[in-house]
């Protein structure tokens, strides 16, 4: 009978007897698991395209009034713009991407 270290050693090389990832669908959980990921990431993609349109689009719009409103109102843009920015940025660090 193996002793407990023999056991740990093939637990270490993927030998252990308890895996669920054997036979033809052996790796269906990885590709379901790897599918979901990939979905979320391009809702959350589509999202952050939406807020940068829609704050883009507002900025666009104050651009043309010299009101008050327009004087609060574009710095708290350009926030957004600059928040949305760093969600691009860790967007593009999660896929690997240089931006």
């Not at 093939?10 to 252990?16: A, E, I, R």
């Amino acid at each position: 009978m193996p002793n407990e270290d023999e056991k740990k050693s093939n637990k270490n090389k993927g030998l252990d007897p308890s895996r669920m990832d054997i036979g033809p669908l052996g790796k269906a959980n990885a590709f379901v698991d790897n599918f979901a990921a990939g979905w979320i990431y391009a809702t959350a993609i589509e999202e952050l395209l939406e807020q940068q349109k829609r704050v883009e689009d507002m900025l666009a719009s104050i651009e043309e009034a010299d009101d008050d409103a327009s004087l609060v109102l574009r710095p708290l843009l350009e926030k957004e713009l600059q928040e949305i920015e760093d969600k691009w940025l860790l967007a593009a660090h999660m896929f690997g991407l240089e931006a």
